[in-house]
Nanobody
Framework: QVRLEESGGGSVQAGGSLRLSCAASGRTFSRYVMGWFRQAPGKERDVVASINWSAGSTWYADSVRGRFTISRDMAKNTVYLQMNSLKFEDTAVYYC?????????????????????WGQGTQVTVSS
């Protein structure tokens, strides 16, 4: 059974940085795409970034491109989201997810419907 556990959230002032971690277990992830999503109060859950576990190819939402970096440590089975130049509007619960297919090749997925396993989320609060 897939288990995804996020950590690293917290409170930070605008302009600051945080690094989120997602420890993954329960399967071999080399054929999967991992994604980071966020959900602000009263809003839908949106994809922030995704990474192909084996190929390392990445995708970013326009709102975070150039500020956030997704990466993975294959030895530790962990995916990271480095968040720099944080803005008030980045405040949300951040979730880690794994795609539902398991045969991504070198592709990345960018839609929430492509992801089927989720972590419990970690809160990020940015004060202006």
């Amino acid at each position: 059974q897939v288990r995804l556990e996020e950590s690293g959230g917290g409170s930070v002032q605008a302009g600051g940085s945080l690094r989120l971690s997602c420890a993954a277990s329960g399967r071999t992830f080399s054929r999967y795409v991992m994604g980071w999503f966020r959900q602000a109060p009263g809003k839908e859950r949106d994809v922030v970034a995704s990474i192909n576990w084996s190929a390392g190819s990445t995708w970013y939402a326009d709102s975070v491109r150039g500020r956030f970096t997704i990466s993975r440590d294959m030895a530790k089975n962990t995916v990271y989201l480095q968040m720099n130049s944080l803005k008030f509007e980045d405040t949300a619960v951040y979730y880690c997810a794994c795609d539902r297919y398991g045969y991504a090749g070198s592709h990345v997925f960018t839609h929430i419907s492509d992801f089927g396993s989720w972590g419990q989320g970690t809160q990020v609060t940015v004060s202006s």
